[in-house]
Every structure is written in C-alpha cells, then in structure tokens.
C-alpha cells in the first residue's frame, strides 16, 4: 500500500520523462493509477518507475498495464537476485556448492565435483544448465 502523495510523487517522475498526462483530466487519470496500483509495495513501485525510466521503452505517459508488467519484473528480480547472493551455510560444501567425490571411470577412480544436495548446490546445478545452453 502506498499513500496518494508519494505516489502522485513517482507519477511526476515518470512526467519529466515521458509525455505528461493532460493537464484538464490530470487529476481523473491519476486517481485511476492509483486505484489500480495503490496495493503496490512502495519500494517496488519506486524501483518500477526507475526501471521505466532507464529503459525508456516508450514515448508516451506509460499505462496501467505497463507499469504492472515493470512491478511483476522488478518483483521477480528482486525476489531472485537476493536468493542468488544469499551466502549458504552448509557444512558439507561451506556454501560452495560443490564436494570432491571419488567416481569410477572405467576401472579408476577419479576424484569429481558432485553438486551438493543444498541451496548452493541448487545454484551450482543451475549455473552448468545456464552454461550448457549457451554452448
Ligand atoms: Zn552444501
């Protein structure tokens, strides 16, 4: 939920950059945004109107639909980039994600990198997938 004036604040914001709403119907336009976009985290909305800004992917005044489609990415993202950084306190792997097996190999055992069963194994499993794709 974010109160009206901070909100009208971040509408100005995306003003000076794109082009602003009419002056004669600015204050019915701006009670719709808000009704349609009040429950919005007020974080969120700020880091939305930011990215909206420094992507600049329209001209125009952008509409209600295009700023919930920049909060569902901001969310996404933010979401996904702190489970990324997060340090992972395992015992097994000390967060790396990662553990020295021996695995037989025709006959020889060969020492080899096992994913760890953890949230940094996870990553470490999702890294060789991501790696795997752009070859
Ligand atoms: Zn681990």
């Given at each position: 939920?974010?109160?009206?004036y901070?909100?009208?604040?971040?509408m100005k914001d995306?003003?000076i950059?794109?082009t602003?709403?009419e002056?004669?119907?600015?204050?019915?336009?701006?009670?719709k945004y808000y009704e349609?976009?009040?429950?919005?985290d007020?974080d969120?909305?700020k880091?939305a109107?930011?990215?909206?800004?420094d992507?600049?992917p329209y001209?125009?005044?952008?509409?209600?639909q295009?700023i919930r489609?920049?909060?569902k990415?901001?969310?996404?993202?933010?979401?996904f980039?702190k489970?990324?950084?997060d340090p992972v306190?395992?015992k097994?792997?000390d967060?790396?994600?990662?553990?020295?097996e021996d695995?037989?190999?025709?006959?020889r055992?060969y020492?080899?990198?096992?994913?760890?069963?953890?949230e940094?194994?996870?990553?470490?499993?999702r890294r060789?997938?991501?790696?795997?794709m752009?070859k």
């Amino acid at each position: 939920m974010i109160e009206a004036y901070k909100f009208e604040c971040l509408m100005k914001d995306l003003e000076i950059i794109f082009t602003p709403i009419e002056l004669n119907k600015r204050d019915q336009v701006l009670e719709k945004y808000y009704e349609h976009l009040k429950n919005t985290d007020e974080d969120i909305l700020k880091k939305a109107v930011e990215s909206l800004i420094d992507c600049h992917p329209y001209k125009r005044f952008p509409l209600i639909q295009e700023i919930r489609e920049t909060i569902k990415e901001v969310y996404n993202r933010s979401d996904f980039s702190k489970s990324e950084d997060d340090p992972v306190d395992c015992k097994k792997c000390d967060g790396i994600g990662e553990t020295i097996e021996d695995r037989e190999h025709l006959g020889r055992l060969y020492p080899t990198a096992i994913p760890c069963e953890c949230e940094a194994g996870e990553r470490w499993k999702r890294r060789l997938k991501k790696y795997k794709m752009r070859k």
